[in-house]
């Protein structure tokens, strides 16, 4: 599973951030880091919940 990330609509929230810190890394000023989030087997469903906790949705869950 991969999370793709669209930086163009991260507003700098970090909820992701929040939920799983290991996971969602973010610049010195709070908005995503650009490029894809490759997610380990054990990490899914924490990556699936930081991904939809952004009200931006820039988080995208990738399945295939
Ligand atoms: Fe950005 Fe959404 Fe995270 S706005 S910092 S990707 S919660």
Redesign the pocket.
Known sequence: MRII?HNA?????????AQAPDI?K?DDD???LPGDIQVAEGEQLLASQGAR????R??EVDRT
Request: aromatic fraction near 14%; hydrophobic fraction near 40%; charge should be positive.
């Open positions: 990330v609509k991260c507003q700098g929230h970090a909820r992701c951030w969602f973010l709070g908005y995503i906790s952004c009200p931006e820039a988080l």
